[in-house]
Every structure is written in structure tokens, then in C-alpha cells.
């Protein structure tokens, strides 16, 4: 049996926000939460698998009648307790916790400047970040750069750099729910923003396939010690998969135990997974081992599989191949092309390593 150690709890469905890039949208129409007594009972029962850390999520958690109280349970029970909000409604939390309490709290907060949020809330956002930078809070900014806010790409770094805290920054999004019509970002301006991201943002952390971020970085752990909770119940390896996959799911907490659930087929599935069973380019890439394929979410929803590549892979091995790009265009050439000839080799030998065995050596490390 694997511990349990990353337990996500969708407290609710609902959004106070509908962004313009958000693959969840759909999703928000559910209208669903948990309980209280819900949150206690998934806790508790997770705390008996080995989990250490619980993220309250969403749709947006603070609109949850239960945000607080769940903070207070996890703390209580000794648990690490991440918040992952947009960042309008932090204002509700500082004089309901107390400064212990919320300074216990690492939270991650989306901020993508004005087109994507809206002028009114960029500035609540902005301001809501810095109270809790000032409280002495651990504070992460996580940002979608899309066609929409690639122009405010300084403003928003800027402001995370000046602040003196990390800035996750993803360069590619789920087409799905208000996203479906917006495309991916050209190839050329995806690696001229990784170019001018890393020359200078030392702060920034690109979220893309490790060949093209430039270094190597531990996965999530979906599915292999950390699982999801979504607000109708349903336990899942990756909610954002299930946003739009809505069969994507193990089992409902309402219906069997959270260890019966964490037991079964959809999570033995990912645990025994090995780089052949990957799709296209995944199955022959020499940085798999690290890699991993990079998040599942985007892979899948821009491709038609699980194990699909993830869409910017695809698009610049096509475009080196086509003598579409220049060598001084791509992040780092000599690696790029290093990567497509072990593609292209008749020779490749795939890791034998189960996908769980590596995850878990990534998070002990």
C-alpha cells in the first residue's frame, strides 16, 4: 500500500470569478460542496493512510461556508495546510484566524494581471497578496500567461520580484470550459517568453517539459501519493482531468472508505505505468525519467489520450523537423536536437523504472 501523504479538498464548485482562460468552468455549474462533517471524515481517514499535507481548493475555497473551520481541523491534527485561491476574498480569513493560524498557511494565489481577472479584482488580488506577505505568510503567485495577458507578462513579475516571493508561471492551458476557444500560444512566442522568463526572473518557475524549462523538477505526485476530493464527493488522482472527464474518477467517499477507493484499479493503474506505455514522443524521450510527461492535465485535454505528449513537445519536435525554427530561437539547441536524434533512433531503450518508483524517489529527495 502507498501513503496517502497529499490530500486535495475541493470544498465547493462555485467561483465567485468565471476567467477567461478557466478550463473548470463547466464544472462550477454543479453546484456542489462538501459538509463540514465531510471534510473531518475524508481528514481523518486520510490521516490514517499517511497524509501529512492537506490544499483546500475549488472552484474558489474562501467561498466555501466551511473554509475556515476546515483550516482549523487540519491545524488541529497537525497537518501541513496549503490554500489555493484567487485571491479576492483573502481579506475574509485575517480577522477570523488568528496570526498563528494563518501564518501556518501556505498559500497559492492566482494572479495573471488585469485582462484575465478583470481591473477590479487585479487590484484586490494585488493588494490581498501583500497583506499577506507583510503577516509573514508563505506566499506563492501562480500565473497562466495565455494570448490574452502575454503583454503584462514584466507587470506581473515584476510585482511577485519585488515582493520577494516564487512565481509559478504556466505557458500553456486546458482548452476546455471558457478556454475552449482560446488557442495555445504560437511555438516561436513560446520560446521566446521561456528565453526572456529565464533571463530575467530568477524568481519565475516555468511549468513546462523539463527538455524546454530548462532544468529538472519533481512532479505533482498524482495518483502515487497524492489524490483528490471533489465537492460532489468523488475521489479522483487529478481533478483538473475531471473537470471535463467526468468518469475520471476512483470512487466517492459517500459510497466506500478512502482506503478502499485509494486501493483500487484507477490508482494501481498510474502506480504501475512505465515509459512504453506513453504515447508518441513520451515513449521515446530521453528525459522521461524526469520529466514524467510533464502535467497530464494539458497533455490530455490537447490530445486524445491520458498518456498523450504534451502539446508543446509535439509542436517544436514538428517544427525543428520542418526547419521551421532557427537554432537561435530554441532555449537551449544543443539539448533540443540531442533530444530528437534519441526520438528518431531506431536504438532507444525506454526506463524500465514503474512511474511510482520514480515519483517517490523525486519527493525523497
Known amino acids: ?22 478550463y473548470a468552468a463547466d464544472w462550477f455549474k454543479d453546484h456542489t460542496q462538501l459538509t463540514f462533517d465531510e471534510v473531518q471524515n475524508v481528514v481523518l481517514q486520510a490521516k490514517k493512510l499517511g497524509c501529512k499535507k492537506v490544499t483546500l481548493t475549488g472552484g474558489e475555497p474562501l467561498v466555501s461556508l466551511y473554509i475556515c473551520d476546515s483550516i482549523k481541523f487540519c491545524l488541529f491534527h497537525k497537518l501541513k495546510v496549503s490554500l489555493e485561491t484567487n485571491g479576492v476574498l483573502v481579506g475574509k480569513l485575517i480577522p477570523t484566524l488568528s496570526t498563528s493560524d494563518i501564518k501556518n498557511v501556505n498559500f497559492t494565489v492566482s494572479y495573471d494581471g488585469e485582462i484575465m481577472r478583470d481591473s477590479k479584482f487585479s487590484f484586490k488580488v494585488k493588494e490581498n497578496i501583500e497583506k499577506l506577505v507583510n503577516l509573514g505568510c508563505s506566499v506563492k503567485i501562480q500565473t497562466t500567461i495565455t494570448r490574452l495577458n502575454i503583454n503584462e507578462l514584466d507587470i506581473i513579475l515584476s510585482f511577485s520580484k519585488n515582493l520577494g516571493i516564487p512565481n509559478r508561471v504556466f505557458l500553456s492551458h486546458s482548452p476546455n470550459g471558457n478556454a ?91 502506480h504501475n505505468l512505465k515509459q512504453n506505455d506513453f504515447k508518441g514522443l513520451c515513449a521515446k524521450c530521453m528525459f522521461w525519467k524526469d520529466c514524467l510527461g510533464a502535467c497530464r492535465s494539458v497533455s490530455y485535454a490537447n490530445g486524445d489520450n491520458l498518456l498523450d505528449p504534451h502539446p508543446f513537445c509535439n509542436l517544436v519536435y514538428n517544427a525543428v523537423k520542418n526547419s521551421e525554427l532557427d537554432d537561435s530561437e530554441l532555449f537551449d539547441a544543443q539539448r533540443t536536437h540531442e533530444w530528437i536524434r534519441q526520438i528518431d533512433s531506431l536504438n532507444f531503450v525506454p526506463e524500465s523504472e514503474l512511474y511510482s518508483s520514480i515519483v517517490k524517489e523525486q519527493h525523497s529527495v
Do not use: Q
Request: proline share 3%.
Open 180 to 270: 475552449k476557444d482560446l488557442k495555445l500560444l504560437d511555438v516561436e512566442d513560446w520560446l521566446k517568453t521561456i528565453k526572456y522568463i529565464k533571463s530575467n526572473y530568477d524568481h519565475a518557475i516555468v511549468e513546462l517539459p523539463d527538455v524546454f524549462s530548462g532544468k529538472a523538477s519533481r512532479k505533482c505526485g498524482w495518483g502515487v501519493h497524492r489524490c483528490e476530493i471533489m465537492s460532489n464527493g468523488d475521489i479522483t488522482s487529478c481533478g483538473p482531468i475531471a473537470f471535463n472527464k467526468r468518469g475520471f474518477v476512483a470512487g466517492n467517499i459517500k459510497d466506500n472508505s478512502l482506503g478502499k477507493i485509494w486501493n483500487s484499479e484507477h490508482f494501481s493503474y498510474i
Open 1 to 22: 500500500m502507498f501513503e496517502l501523504k497529499d490530500l486535495h479538498i475541493r470544498l465547493t464548485s462555485a467561483c465567485n470569478m468565471s476567467c477567461p482562460h478557466c
